[in-house]
């Protein structure tokens, strides 16, 4: 047990040194740190004082190994763009993003639930089958469009939610808010649904193959011929069964979810970590580009890495299988 | 996973399974499998393939019969700009869908458009299948130190979510572009940039498969035989993993084809000057309330259409070719 | 379960948000883009300066025609050539409480005029200052020089107390790696002072009750929310999430003007968009430089077709250029004002005499910079290449464009001139078409050198007879069409759409935001 914990820490640790370094390459190799911030009346020599000064003439590995430091304390550096440190520009907008993402979870969970398990139970009938149908379109349309779409008719034709923004937020320590104040959760509206979509359809199709299988299994069949009512075995049986892989499922999906927040964030102009993270594409502000990376990483690996350990606690014939 | 023994195919070498041109011809053979039995039955799947048909073949057939090679600049007129749809009292032959604020039009635009689009998506695809079968093969034959390096690489990409890796790609590699290459190097930046990020998945899928079928009595047979690795790997092996890779990749060529035009909608993929459809709508998106919607909502439903159409096919797919669902 | 409640709430919330209730008169402004910085002297940007003109005074400033009256200084006179004093205002106070002196301005003077100051170029003349007495400072300058009191309108004046217990004397320097006290923090002398910001979301600005001057406004809060989509911002002004905006897209004016509750306040800027071409002797590819032959950029002119981009892109809204300023700048002379008719065909024919037929190259371009700036460069993308050009066009944000355009690695570029601040067509001349050298020439960025021209230009500088200076200024702007250095396209509009909640806002040429004039109901 604590063998097989060790090794996925382990398994972890070597996952983002690696992640590391790729966003240490992206700030080498992409741009000369030197040439992107001086200004144009700078000398030569100037030049070159700063290139020495920032220790870019030390050996690459000795770069890296300060980077890696760096950054395991959360000095990303500055960003070039606004002349701000890295992380607290991060850690200014990591609440807006973090509720945006927990909303749209919660929505996709509260959504998608019943619907899969309303196309599992009526297989075959049209309600069914259409559903499905809109789950394809679901997954189909990108998440800009559906931004684009539901301000068109809900903030310009019925002008009943805000177009962008995050209305007015409350300080809660280091922590924003916008779940305490109207405006604030007016501005949720849109912005969680555009990003909920995607995911309400995964879940409503896992949520249906899992039923359709649990269904089949001989433990149903035999619960049917004993006669128990059909609603008993869908919701007792049969749903309780789904329940581990849909919530394994949206629990490792957070971290795409952040990630994937930034197209909507984007459209909605929501001041996430995603705007900043596309703002600083466009202006090529490498510090903040390879700090977004190391730390959405850092949650995706920091959840596979719970999961699997919460699994193994609770299986433990996956500890054999490594 | 399934227990071997449920699959008829195991025990024959490969080759024997193909389908041959003998009397009883591929055509025939196919009208009577399963697949074609599933595939009359299920209505969504024909229109799925009938309407992605459609797309491609008006895609690629574009330059023939459009008024308008809209990559050219020199056919925009500004004196066309703004035209509305042909049904409109101000439609005007031959722009059938209007035409945008450059004067370029709309149809000619999103057929070439769609055209970027199926090439970027397609060309991912068969890159990162590739890469992919290629990686995972090695890594499932031989197993050891090849395994843990290739594997490893999957973990630290899959590590990043994937719009993150394409992003970072698209974004760094414009950048190493020098200038005039940028336009012309833009479609193959965002081939590699999604290939980057999905060619893990067929690597992982390969690589389980191939690790099963390592250990069957025919491979064993023909590595006594001393039949080259290569050609067990190739000939014996891959046709046996073929089918979840395949589903997976009908699948992913919609997601390939999002991935592009998300790209372009954040402006960092198609120029301007070849717009692909998330390039239209990112352009058009400035016009929303300009009483010119026709700019933006064409190619929004062009770019539905496709890969609403190609996920109906995928879906079919994967539950037909799902032994668990039959 | 609180979490529903809590999203049912929001909906019904939306109702309420329409008609926010306020016991204050607040604004809430959608600006195009966000600030760069809270640091005026950080970065030369003159939409952040103009923000920050809200917080931070100058000594001078421009009223609401245009005209220059003190504002931190009372009264000032010309020593002798180059040494002018200034009477400073007595009893004005920083937000911090701290007293304005002398101190203060020669602290602002060192850090504004130091050699890592981006906006060292906006003070060309400035040698040295010296304080009298705790209310007068004298200004020496580099010889006797015109345009003083119109550079110093954008000198925003620091508190030299809290400047040096903040470590912040020197302007804020990325390369050091360290964040500037100045780059978050403000203690200026302004009607607004700063309550809070958090960069790309918003900026709230308060009014300051203990003002020196009488206030015009009847403001209490400013909230400024950067909403960079053309898009989203018209949504945000339809749906009363804001109430005003200083850039209204052209092409939903007329949208805009018609929607109920609605008003739009246009005019043309004095800024000029113009089209500037590499000179130096090779191209960056290692080229023989085909710009430096004048036919070229004469098919160049042709190929431009500026009434189809005025009627189309611009929807009738800017206003054709022929020269390089805008008619309400001094130097402006109509005569040099006209362009010849686009004609693809000429402009082929001289390109082949020139012998470039087919010339490619590359037009820099940028995203976020000019009104309509993307159509406008696609736009002329087909004409050049209809007029036998071939053209490709690299367009992406400011900051990744302006390096390409400043280190003369741009075959053809677009740039814009307002003349801002000093409002006199001096500015172009000493910035932009003076040769490379010392401050002179900065945006200088094709690299030419016209020794005739820059002598008058320097002759112009030292000469304190207004009419015979502008006359010397006249004189340059026509070498300058002569031999066609920038060739202009348009001065572009301005297009301000506010709520009805907004009783009155000050719109002047100079496309600035005067929150310190605007009246809400």
Avoid at chain 3, 138 to 150: F, K, Q, R, V
Avoid at chain 3, 264 to 289: H, I, K, S, W, Y
Avoid at chain 3, 367 to 389: H, K, P, W
Wanted: proline residues 5%; aromatic residues 10%.
């Amino acid at each position: 047990m604590l063998v097989f914990i060790l090794r996925r820490l382990f398994n972890a640790a070597f996952v983002m040194l690696a992640v590391a370094f790729l966003a240490f390459a992206i700030f080498r190799v992409a741009g000369d740190p030197v040439e992107m911030m001086a200004n144009e009346q700078m000398t030569q020599a100037d030049r070159d004082a700063l290139r020495e000064r920032m220790g870019l003439n030390d050996p690459m590995l000795v770069q890296y190994g300060r980077f890696v430091a760096n950054a395991a304390s959360g000095d990303f550096g500055m960003s070039w763009r606004n002349g701000q440190e890295v992380l607290g520009l991060i850690g200014e907008r990591f609440p807006a993003t973090m509720e945006l993402v927990l909303v749209a979870t919660f929505l996709s969970l509260a959504i998608g639930l019943p619907l899969g398990v309303l196309t599992a139970i009526g297989r075959g009938r049209w309600y069914a089958e259409a559903l499905q149908l809109v789950s394809i379109i679901g997954v189909s349309l990108p998440s800009f469009v559906v931004g684009i779409l539901l301000i068109l008719v809900f903030s310009v034709t019925l002008g009943i939610a805000p177009a962008f923004g995050r209305g007015e937020v409350v300080d809660w320590g280091w922590w924003s808010t916008g779940f305490l104040t109207h405006s604030g959760r007016a501005a949720l509206l849109l912005p969680s649904i555009a990003l909920a979509l995607y995911q309400i359809t995964l879940v409503m199709r896992l949520v249906r193959a899992e039923m359709l299988e649990v269904m089949r299994s001989d433990f149903v069949k035999f619960a049917r011929a004993r006669g128990v009512p059909r609603h008993r075995i869908w919701f007792l049986h049969a749903l309780r069964n789904c329940l581990m892989p849909v919530i394994t499922m949206t629990a490792m999906n957070v971290g795409s979810l952040i990630a994937f927040a930034l197209i909507t964030e984007t459209v909605f102009q929501w001041p996430g970590m995603g705007l900043l993270f596309i703002q600083a594409v466009t202006f090529l502000d490498f510090p903040v580009m390879s700090a977004y990376l190391v730390i959405i990483s850092f949650i995706f690996v920091a959840l596979n890495t719970a999961v699997d350990i919460a699994y193994a606690v609770i299986d433990p014939r996956l500890r054999e299988t490594k | 996973m399934t227990d071997p023994a449920t699959q008829p195919q195991v025990n024959l070498p490969a080759d024997a399974i193909l389908p041959s041109d003998g009397p009883d011809g591929r055509i025939a053979r196919w009208r009577k499998s399963d697949l074609w039995y599933s595939f009359t039955r299920n209505p969504s799947a024909i229109l799925g393939t009938l309407v992605l048909l459609l797309l491609v073949l008006a895609a690629f057939a574009a330059p023939l019969y459009v008024p308008q090679n809209p990559y050219d600049p020199g056919q925009l007129d500004l004196l066309n700009a703004e035209i509305p749809p042909i049904w409109h009292s101000d439609g005007m032959w031959p722009f059938l869908l209007g035409t945008d604020t450059q004067g370029r039009d709309m149809l000619s635009a999103i057929l070439y458009g769609s055209r970027i689009s199926i090439v970027i998506g397609f060309a991912s695809v068969a890159l990162s299948l590739a890469i992919g079968l290629m990686f995972g093969l090695f890594a499932g034959y031989f197993g050891g130190f090849t395994d843990t390096v290739l594997m490893r690489l999957g973990d630290i990409l899959l590590s990043i979510p994937t719009i993150l890796v394409a992003i970072l790609v698209s974004a760094v590699a414009r950048q190493a572009l020098p200038a005039n290459l940028r336009e012309i190097g833009a479609a193959g930046v965002l081939v590699l940039a999604i290939t980057l990020a999905a060619w893990v998945q067929y690597a992982r899928t390969v690589r389980a498969q191939t690790a099963v079928e390592r250990k069957r009595e025919y491979i064993a047979t023909a590595r006594l035989l001393k039949v080259p690795a290569r050609r067990v790997m190739f000939h014996h092996i891959l046709p046996n993993t073929l089918t979840p890779v395949f589903v997976a990749a009908t699948l992913n060529f919609g997601m390939a084809i999002l991935t592009e035009a998300t790209l372009s909608f954040l402006g960092i993929g198609m120029p301007p000057s070849q717009p692909s459809l998330g390039t239209l709508i990112r352009l058009g998106n400035d016009f929303l309330f300009s009483g010119i919607w026709w700019v933006v909502v064409f190619p929004v439903i062009q770019l539905s259409l496709l890969v609403v159409s190609v996920n109906l096919v995928g879906d079919w797919l994967r539950d037909a070719l799902n032994p668990k669902l039959r | 379960m609180r979490l529903i409640k809590g999203l049912l709430a929001g909906v019904t919330a939306v109702a309420v948000l329409a008609t926010p209730v306020w016991a204050e008169n607040m604004i809430r402004w959608g600006g195009k883009r966000d600030i760069y910085s809270l640091d005026p002297y950080s970065y030369g940007d003159s939409y952040t300066i103009a923000f920050l003109n809200h917080v931070y005074e100058g000594l001078v400033r421009y009223n609401d025609k245009l005209e220059i009256e003190p504002a931190l200084a009372t009264e000032w006179e010309v020593v002798s050539d180059a040494v002018w004093r200034f009477k400073l205002r007595e009893g004005v106070k920083f937000h911090d409480g701290a007293e304005f002196t002398a101190d203060d301005v020669l602290a602002s003077l060192r850090r504004v005029s130091h050699e890592t100051s981006p906006l060292r170029g906006n003070l060309p003349a400035y040698k040295s200052a010296t304080k009298i007495d705790d209310h007068t400072v004298e200004i020496e300058l580099t010889g006797p020089y015109p345009l003083l009191l119109n550079d110093l309108t954008n000198i925003h004046i620091f508190d030299e107390g809290w400047l040096t217990a903040n470590n912040s004397e020197l302007p804020t320097d990325v390369s050091a790696q360290v964040e500037g006290f100045a780059t978050f923090n403000t203690n200026g002398t302004g009607p607004f002072r700063l309550e809070s910001r958090v960069p790309d979301s918003k900026t709230v600005l308060l009014k300051n009750d203990g003002w020196w001057d009488t206030p015009l406004h009847n403001l209490d809060r400013i909230e400024f929310t950067p909403v960079t989509s053309a898009a989203t911002r018209v949504a945000a002004l339809l749906s009363g999430e804001i109430d005003f905006t200083e850039e209204a897209p052209v092409q939903d004016v007329a949208r805009l003007s018609a929607a109920p509750g609605v008003t739009v306040l246009e005019r043309t800027d004095l800024r000029t968009l113009m089209v500037g071409f590499n000179r130096r002797d090779q191209l960056a590819d290692g080229r023989d430089n085909p710009f430096n032959d004048l036919r070229v950029r004469q098919a160049f002119e042709l190929a431009i077709d500026k009434d189809l981009l005025q009627k189309r892109v611009m929807r009738g809204k800017s206003r054709n250029a022929g020269t390089v300023v805008s008619p309400e700048i001094p130097g402006y002379d109509a005569a040099l004002d006209e362009f010849p008719a686009a004609d693809a065909a000429r402009a082929n024919a001289l390109l082949a005499e020139a012998g470039h037929e087919g010339l490619p190259f590359t037009l820099i371009c940028t995203t976020d910079a000019y009104v309509s700036e993307e159509d406008i460069c696609n736009a002329m993308v087909s004409m050049l290449t209809r007029a036998g050009f071939k053209p490709t066009l690299d367009i992406g944000p400011t900051a990744v464009q302006t390096p390409k355009r400043s280190s003369g690695k741009a075959d053809v570029y677009l740039i814009a001139w307002a003349n801002e601040p000093m409002l006199d067509s001096y500015s172009i001349l000493v910035q932009m078409m003076q040769s490379k050298t010392g401050t002179a020439g900065v945006f200088n960025w094709g690299g030419w050198s016209y020794p005739e021209l820059d002598t008058l230009i320097v002759q112009a500088s030292t000469e304190m007879d207004r009419d015979k200076r502008l006359a010397l200024q006249t004189q340059a702007l026509k070498m300058v069409k002569d031999d066609m250095i920038m060739l202009p396209l348009h001065q572009q509009p301005i297009a301000w759409a506010m709520s009805d909640k907004v009783e009155s806002v000050v719109q002047l040429a100079d496309n600035k935001v005067r929150h310190w004039m605007t009246r809400m109901k």
